[in-house]
């Protein structure tokens, strides 16, 4: 299985220029590259491959006066980037025919100097390393200094340098986990739970714990009104309106951090401390078109429940998502009967048939975990969900103690 490791990187003034520049040239190759497509397309040609495109656009074009500040940069970077529009491509194609899973991608657009993110990717073949000293060594670039969170697990086979909206410099290791040990990190565990999530309450336990939800972005909405009505009040494209843009940028990052964080922290802790973990399927799109948008994107309920699952694929525990049309409010959880849809503003009833009193929230994450012991019991093995690519964020908290070297 494949995990992203993600560490802060505080590059000197010098390397800030020198990842500027790499940023640049690998943005230019890749527009030159899905223009390449687009003229192919019109003109009703085979589309050109990676290998073409690289050859045309890298090393032909370094021979050239208008392209000879291609090798400032380290020569890897720029082979990348005909390879990520030929994968754009390819997801896009595979989103029309139906074969690629969730909602639908549209064509590789060109990009901009000016967009939030930036990034280039360096692999085996850069030759880019790790220095005792626990620095980034990486082509062309130099030695930057990296915040270990964590030590790496195994040698990383990439690492992808990316630049934030805010100005922050993170490094993306991929690493290939090893089942095996990943196994022997978690406890025995052979408690089932069901976890039904909300908005008055971040999670209900079907043990009766509430998790309050922290409500990240509501706490933060002061200072961030006070910052965007600072930039609605610079001039387009000013010095000053690019600081106060970045402001803008580091108050939203900061609600972004938290909210991962609190996700990584709950997650871990449910997996750890149980065999099995159930969860309703939400309808979180359509949720976030009615009144409570705002509410719902600040609890971030696809995030976490995607953290469960991936985290579950990996500790060897049973994760299971239980239908968005399972009436788990409506059922009593004591006799099975069932008492018919009730109203938001209901958060107790009583059953018609046995008289038990019921917490809305609690009853439904205790109709929810059956699901779980059922997983678990399927023909006597557990129930695994599909495999996963690399998580982005996997790595939690990004302080470090003083002496954190990576492996």
């Known amino acids: 299985m494949q995990l992203r490791y993600g560490f802060r990187l505080y590059p000197a003034p010098c390397q800030r220029a020198a990842l500027a520049r790499a940023f640049g040239c690998a943005r230019v190759v890749f527009n030159e590259a899905v223009r390449a497509r687009e003229d192919a397309r019109a003109a009703g040609r085979p589309?050109?491959?990676?290998?073409?495109?690289?050859?045309?656009?890298?090393?032909?074009?370094?021979r050239t006066?208008?392209?000879?500040?291609?090798?400032?940069?380290?020569?890897?970077?720029?082979?990348?980037?005909?390879?990520?529009?030929?994968?754009?491509?390819?997801?896009?194609?595979?989103?029309?025919?139906?074969?690629?899973?969730?909602?639908?991608?549209?064509?590789p657009k060109f990009k901009s100097r000016k967009d939030s993110r930036q990034s280039i990717r360096f692999t085996a073949n850069a030759r880019w390393s790790i220095t005792p000293?626990?620095?980034?060594?990486?082509?062309?670039?130099?030695?930057?200094?990296?915040?270990?969170?964590?030590?790496?697990?195994?040698?990383?086979?990439?690492?992808?340098?990316?630049?934030?909206?805010?100005?922050r410099y993170f490094a993306s290791f991929v690493i290939d986990t090893d089942p095996e040990a990943d196994a022997r990190r978690m406890p025995d565990a052979e408690a089932g739970i069901g976890i039904d999530l909300?908005?008055?309450?971040?999670?209900?336990?079907?043990?009766?714990?509430?998790?309050?939800?922290?409500?990240?972005?509501?706490?933060?909405?002061?200072?961030?009104?006070?910052?965007?009505?600072?930039?609605?009040?610079?001039?387009?494209?000013?010095?000053?309106g690019e600081k106060a843009r970045r402001k803008v940028a580091r108050a939203h990052a900061r609600v972004a951090d938290a909210r991962r964080e609190f996700h990584h922290q709950l997650s871990t802790k449910l997996?750890?401390?149980?065999?099995?973990?159930?969860?309703?399927?939400?309808?979180?799109?359509?949720?976030?078109?009615?009144?409570?948008?705002?509410s719902v994107h600040d609890a971030g309920w696809s995030t976490f429940v995607h953290m469960l699952e991936y985290k579950a694929q990996r500790y060897g525990r049973?994760?299971?998502?239980?239908?968005?049309?399972?009436?788990?409010?409506?059922?009593?959880?004591?006799c099975g009967h069932r008492d018919g849809p009730k109203p938001l503003s209901v958060r107790e009833w009583?059953?018609?048939?046995?008289?038990?009193?019921?917490?809305?929230?609690?009853?439904?994450?205790?109709n929810v975990k059956p699901a779980a012991g059922l997983a678990v019991t399927a023909c006597g093995a557990p129930v695994r969900?599909?495999?996963?690519?690399?998580?982005?964020?996997?790595?939690?908290?990004?302080?470090?103690?003083?002496?954190?070297?990576?492996?």
């Open 198 to 240: 909300g908005l008055t309450h971040f999670a209900v336990l079907s043990d009766g714990m509430k998790i309050g939800s922290p409500r990240f972005l509501r706490r933060a909405e002061k200072k961030l009104k006070r910052t965007q009505r600072e930039l609605s009040r610079k001039q387009k494209g000013s010095k000053n």
């Open 133 to 167: 000293a626990g620095r980034l060594n990486l082509p062309k670039i130099g030695e930057v200094r990296v915040k270990w969170s964590r030590a790496l697990p195994c040698v990383p086979s990439s690492v992808t340098v990316i630049k934030d909206a805010a100005g």
């Open 318 to 334: 049973t994760f299971v998502k239980v239908g968005r049309f399972e009436p788990t409010s409506q059922v009593c959880s004591v």
């Open 350 to 366: 009583t059953c018609a048939a046995c008289g038990t009193v019921h917490d809305r929230d609690h009853n439904a994450a205790k």
């Open 65 to 107: 006066a208008e392209r000879a500040w291609l090798g400032e940069v380290s020569a890897v970077v720029l082979q990348q980037a005909p390879r990520d529009a030929e994968a754009a491509y390819r997801n896009f194609f595979a989103s029309l025919k139906g074969e690629r899973k969730g909602p639908k991608l549209g064509a």
């Open 47 to 62: 589309f050109p491959s990676a290998a073409e495109l690289s050859r045309t656009l890298i090393t032909q074009a370094k």
């Open 385 to 407: 969900p599909e495999p996963v690519l690399a998580q982005r964020e996997e790595a939690g908290s990004r302080g470090s103690p003083p002496d954190a070297r990576a492996a």
């Open 271 to 294: 997996i750890r401390e149980n065999r099995a973990v159930a969860v309703e399927d939400l309808a979180v799109g359509g949720l976030a078109r009615t009144r409570l948008a705002k």
